[in-house]
């Protein structure tokens, strides 16, 4: 069974910054994908950012330039630096990963992190 756990939610006024982590625990022998999803109320679940094993990185248009994926293979944690914060980008924050699986891939998901950006 595999576990991710977020952390570094919380309140931010506009131009911020805030850093969260997602850790992956239990039984992992591999991870492929990690990254970051983000829901705002009423919206849909849109995908923030995403890290390859190998560190080839790919954002949503909204944040680049201010968001900064990065990940410790050796710990199995992703991260995600924010920077320039907007109101927009309140959300709550779900990290998720890629796990091999029978010849594909197994995506397991954390419990989601709140992030509010306001004045």
């Known amino acids: 069974q595999v576990q991710l756990v977020e952390s570094g939610g919380g309140l931010v006024q506009p131009g911020g910054s805030l850093r969260l982590s997602c850790a992956a625990s239990?039984?992992?022998?591999?991870?492929?994908?990690m990254g970051w999803y983000r829901q705002a109320p009423g919206k849909e679940r849109e995908l923030v950012a995403a890290?390859?094993?190998?560190?080839?990185?790919a954002y949503a248009d909204s944040v680049k330039g201010r968001f900064t994926i990065s990940r410790d293979n050796d710990k199995n944690t992703v991260y995600l630096q924010m920077n320039s914060l907007k109101p927009e980008d309140t959300a709550v924050y779900f990290c998720?990963?890629?796990?091999?699986?029978?010849?594909?891939?197994?995506?397991?998901w954390g419990q989601g992190t709140q992030v509010t950006v306001s004045s």
């Open positions: 998720y990963a890629d796990f091999p699986y029978g010849g594909a891939f197994r995506t397991y």
């Open positions: 239990g039984s992992i022998f591999s991870i492929n994908a």
């Open positions: 890290i390859t094993n190998g560190g080839s990185t």
